[in-house]
């Protein structure tokens, strides 16, 4: 898990899906405990950890994590 | 695994009531970023204004007051004057409340070089009220009371404060940032640092200007929101460094 999202946070006004690089966070179907479609990230293997979307969210509702190398090239 | 990026200890478990995708968030977040980094939140008093930002004392995780509509300076001003020297005391003001109604405590809070950091936040509208037209409104730019867009003719021309704020000799640092990309969010938390660090020197007043978005005032999407601050804030408030006194040297 590269990024992850606190979904009963998030306002789903989608700045992380328009400055992610990678192109890989979309709006879920369902709603979360405050009505919005929270953002989400399926494809975490795509995920560079550039923390674009978390600097760019306006309710600190991501956490960006980056794996170490070892683990990377073992996986 | 290396965190990246985690949420700062510098605010609170609270969620915040703005609309979504309105760029107080971000600005809120860089501000107890930088509180956080110079290990100064249980040593900084903040004033919040009057407007969207009235509630910023639920979301700053350091000792926060509140003031009357454009009063945030004033009650910095008391604040600065009574509280030990190693305090850090800010506002966070948006434009309707420092460019309007607080236009002449910013004024002379600037002019007397009062050491305190002011954030100001302008979004070229008055957001809680329901979108009425601000001093820093865009020529053309339809609010609710400017159905057919600002006319020079009828309501005047916008208010530069930044740059009307540097000609007075009182103020040590004064600087325009936005928030429309990650890039300028990064430049925009160096000037807010360097505003905190210049306070801690003793240098004066020093007032970092973010340009912020209205999405549900301006009637566009978050996203067409931070590209109309490029397209059409940027050309009128252009960002930059228009004030910076010498750094004191270490004797002072």
């Known amino acids: 898990m590269k990024v992850l999202f606190n979904e009963g946070w998030c306002k789903g006004c989608g700045l992380c899906i328009a400055f992610c690089p990678q192109e890989i966070i979309h709006l879920a179907e369902h709603l979360n405990r405050k009505g919005y479609r929270p953002a989400q990230v399926v494809d975490q293997d795509k995920c560079t950890s550039c923390a674009a979307c978390a600097r760019m969210c306006p309710d600190t509702v991501i956490t960006v994590y980056r794996p170490d190398r070892k683990q990377t090239a073992v996986s | ?252």
Request: glycine share 8%; proline share 4%.
């Open chain 2, 1 to 252: 695994m290396k965190t990246v990026f985690k949420r700062t200890t510098g605010l609170t478990d609270a969620e915040t009531h703005y609309c979504p995708g309105c760029t107080h968030g971000i600005i809120h977040r860089l501000v107890a970023e930088v509180l956080e980094e110079l290990d100064a939140l249980e040593t900084t008093v903040g004033v919040a204004s009057v407007g969207c930002s009235v509630l910023a004392y639920h979301y700053f995780n350091c000792d926060m007051t509140q003031a009357a509509h454009g009063r945030a300076p004033a009650v910095a001003t008391g604040l600065r004057r009574v509280l030990p020297e190693d305090r850090l005391v800010f506002t966070y003001q948006g434009d309707g409340d420092l460019a309007s109604i607080g236009m002449a405590e910013i004024v002379h809070a600037a002019a007397r070089g009062e050491n305190i950091t002011v954030i100001f936040v302008n979004n070229a509208i008055y957001g809680m009220t329901g979108g009425q037209m601000a001093p820093t409104t865009l020529l053309g730019q339809k609010t609710a009371t400017t159905p057919e867009g600002r006319s020079s003719q009828l309501q005047g021309l916008p208010i530069r404060v930044s740059e009307m704020l540097a000609t007075l000799d009182g103020a040590a640092y004064i600087e325009r940032v936005s928030t429309h990309d990650p890039v300028h969010v990064l430049k925009a938390k160096k000037a807010i640092k360097k505003s905190f660090e210049i306070q801690r020197n003793r240098q004066g007043f020093s007032m970092i200007e973010v340009l912020s978005s209205c999405s549900t005032n301006w009637g566009l999407t978050p996203e067409e929101s931070l590209k109309w601050i490029k397209s059409q804030m940027i050309p009128y408030y252009p960002l930059g460094i228009f004030k910076q006194q010498p750094c004191i040297g270490e004797e002072s």
